[in-house]
């Protein structure tokens, strides 16, 4: 088995809302890890946490009382190094029966400590695409001069003129239509999923040992994300790269991940290899990952355009502390013989088979 190159502990990412005078428990407890050349899918709903995981791993979580704990363990050339190392002294969280009554924080010292733990890795070692490619390039900068400024400056190539060489074979690599003459293009000239393909040239200049993919197909025509899932697809082959792949939509995940992690509230629900987890002879499954399993549209629905058949009911609130299972008012699977449990006790994550866990009552 292949070198686990990011490790995730007991990680929980907490805000506070003004307007609802509360804490939101964001990313409550996540842990996960994610091997040299896999991808690992993080499916879940909007608002499940996913994307404020994946800005604690690359240290983004800058908002005053924002607060991560736990371990980000990233391993390279044999040496490990905890992207959350010594954080715990700036910011300490006061509780009362799991409630959050306070949370402090030292802003300056936090940042300045995470801003050291992150140089040379968050863009180098680490890299980032997102939803909305176009508001994420710089709109004044013309596309050759952003892919070339980020591997001079995180490849140490100090001509320009080889930095745009290089640049130029990326935007090959990402097949763009005519390469050479889109260096001198400016973001607003290029469609949405041409955008996305410099994102993605751009995000792999710099040749990262992780890549985090944030709704990579999210907002692109339909056959768009299909062509850019293809190119994630044989860019993965071609580089071997590693993947933290985060969507809602499990079309995506079915095509692209190894290994996937299921989140709901905040946690993750259920976890572990996709053939495993998607085996339609598997005789269990998450509540869950059924129903986000039954809301993929059929090819008609796509073609009709029909609206996703979404699950029934709301994500649930991070800030109400439940006694039960987060996903018990939207669950139809509980049955009389569990459902008292369901409603009163959180169930643990527990091994149902080579390293699939599942949180539910059923899987006891
Ligand atoms: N900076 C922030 N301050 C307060 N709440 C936030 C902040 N960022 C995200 N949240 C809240 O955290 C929850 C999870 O958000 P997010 O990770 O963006 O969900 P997802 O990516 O799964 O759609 C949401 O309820 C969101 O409103
Ligand atoms: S613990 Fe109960 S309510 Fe929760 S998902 Fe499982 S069966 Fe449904
Ligand atoms: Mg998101």
């Known amino acids: 088995m292949s070198e686990e190159i990011l490790k995730v502990e007991d990680l929980r990412t907490y805000f506070y809302s003004y307007t609802k005078e509360a804490f939101i428990r964001s990313v409550d407890s996540v842990s996960f890890s994610i091997r040299k050349g896999e991808v690992l899918g993080i499916v879940g709903e909007s608002g ?3 994307s404020v995981a994946a800005q ?16 980000i363990f990233l391993t390279r050339n044999d040496k490990t190094v905890n992207l959350l190392d010594g954080l715990s002294d700036y910011a300490s969280i006061r509780t009362k029966r799991k409630a959050i009554l306070e949370i402090s924080k030292d802003i300056s010292g936090w940042l300045k400590r995470s801003e050291s733990l992150m140089k040379g890795i968050r863009g180098k070692v680490i890299s980032m695409i997102f939803q909305n490619p176009k508001s994420a390039l710089n709109p004044f900068i013309t596309v050759g001069d952003q892919i070339s400024e980020s ?5 140490g190539i100090q001509a320009k003129k080889e930095a745009m060489a290089i640049a130029s074979k990326w935007l090959e690599r990402v097949q763009i239509d005519s390469p050479s003459m889109r260096l001198y293009d400016y973001p607003h000239g290029l469609s949405g999923g041409m955008c996305q393909r410099v994102m ?5 200049s710099s040749e990262p040992s992780l890549l985090i993919a944030d709704e990579p197909t999210t907002g692109l025509d339909v056959t768009i994300q299909t062509k850019i899932v293809e190119l994630l697809k044989k860019l993965r082959e071609e580089l071997a790269l590693t993947i933290l792949l985060i969507t809602h939509d499990m079309n995506v995940i079915m095509q692209l991940a190894d290994r996937i992690a299921v989140m709901y509230g905040g946690r993750i629900v259920e976890y572990g290899l996709k053939k495993e987890i998607m085996d339609s002879n598997s005789f269990i499954r998450h509540p869950y990952t059924i129903a986000l399993l039954n809301s993929i549209p059929t090819i008609g629905e796509i073609k009709a355009k029909e609206r996703l058949r ?3 009911g709301d994500v649930p609130d991070t800030i109400t502390l439940y006694r039960g299972c987060r996903f018990y008012e939207r669950c139809t699977l509980k049955n009389d013989r569990i459902k008292k449990r369901c409603k009163e006790a959180e169930p643990e994550m527990i091994e149902i088979g080579t390293g699939h866990y599942m949180r539910c009552w059923l899987a006891e």
């Open 200 to 204: 993605i040239a751009m995000a792999l």
């Open 151 to 155: 591997i001079m400056l995180h490849k």
């Open 310 to 312: 979404a699950i029934k």
């Open 56 to 71: 604690s791993i690359l240290g983004l979580i800058t908002d005053g009382p924002g607060i991560i704990s736990g371990n």
């Open 48 to 50: 499940c946490g996913k």
